[in-house]
């Protein structure tokens, strides 16, 4: 059973050496990104490697391999997509400005608003600062709609006892 395995890593690492550089090229073609080919690349084959006895047994195995790497771009610019979305979500209501606004009052908001667990304020400043609904403050994040109800409640009550009921009332708009 040894050999077999020794087989399969000899078999592997001479595929590696063979096919890598190609791989890489193929995608940093396909990206357009020099920088993120190589990890690519390294993510294909380990992919290939934990499927190795498929790939090995495949009529194209190089085929195949160039495959996995097709799959793995097509994930990273879906991805890049997503969080072009959320960024725009952001930025859409970013052209709200207030006049004198009152810098203690600012700075301690700021610093409540920094105590709470990062999802707990993404939740509350979306949907209070940037009055997102439910659903798209869930679609910014990419977290279901009932998580998004539950962090922002429990991050408004975490704001209430460090701000005073009144200070987190104002930020949420007189809205609970």
């Given at each position: 059973?040894?050999?077999a395995?020794?087989d399969s890593?000899?078999?592997?690492?001479?595929?590696?050496?063979?096919h890598?550089v190609?791989?890489a090229?193929?995608a940093?073609?396909?990206?357009g990104e020099?920088?993120?080919?190589?990890d690519?690349?390294?993510d294909?084959?380990?992919?290939?490697?934990?499927?190795?006895?498929?790939?090995?047994a495949a009529?194209h195995?190089?085929a195949y391999?160039?495959?996995?790497?097709a799959?793995l771009v097509?994930s990273?610019?879906?991805?890049?997509?997503?969080?072009?979305?959320?960024?725009?979500?952001?930025?859409?209501?970013?052209?709200e400005?207030?006049?004198?606004?009152?810098?203690p009052?600012v700075?301690?908001v700021?610093?409540?608003?920094r105590a709470?667990?990062?999802?707990?304020?993404?939740?509350?400043?979306?949907?209070?600062?940037?009055?997102?609904?439910?659903?798209?403050t869930a679609?910014?994040?990419?977290?279901?709609?009932?998580t998004v109800?539950s962090?922002t409640?429990?991050?408004?009550?975490?704001?209430?006892s460090?701000?005073g009921?009144?200070?987190?009332?104002?930020?949420a708009?007189?809205r609970?």
């Amino acid at each position: 059973m040894g050999i077999a395995v020794d087989d399969s890593a000899t078999e592997f690492h001479d595929f590696f050496e063979r096919h890598y550089v190609e791989l890489a090229r193929l995608a940093h073609m396909l990206t357009g990104e020099a920088d993120g080919a190589d990890d690519l690349a390294a993510d294909a084959m380990v992919a290939l490697w934990h499927r190795w006895d498929r790939v090995r047994a495949a009529d194209h195995p190089v085929a195949y391999a160039r495959g996995v790497v097709a799959n793995l771009v097509r994930s990273r610019i879906r991805g890049a997509v997503r969080e072009r979305r959320r960024i725009a979500l952001f930025w859409d209501r970013r052209s709200e400005r207030f006049d004198d606004p009152d810098v203690p009052v600012v700075v301690d908001v700021q610093s409540a608003l920094r105590a709470l667990p990062f999802r707990k304020r993404a939740c509350v400043v979306l949907r209070h600062a940037f009055d997102l609904s439910e659903r798209d403050t869930a679609l910014a994040l990419g977290i279901s709609v009932g998580t998004v109800k539950s962090q922002t409640s429990k991050g408004m009550a975490e704001l209430q006892s460090l701000l005073g009921p009144q200070a987190a009332t104002a930020l949420a708009g007189g809205r609970k």
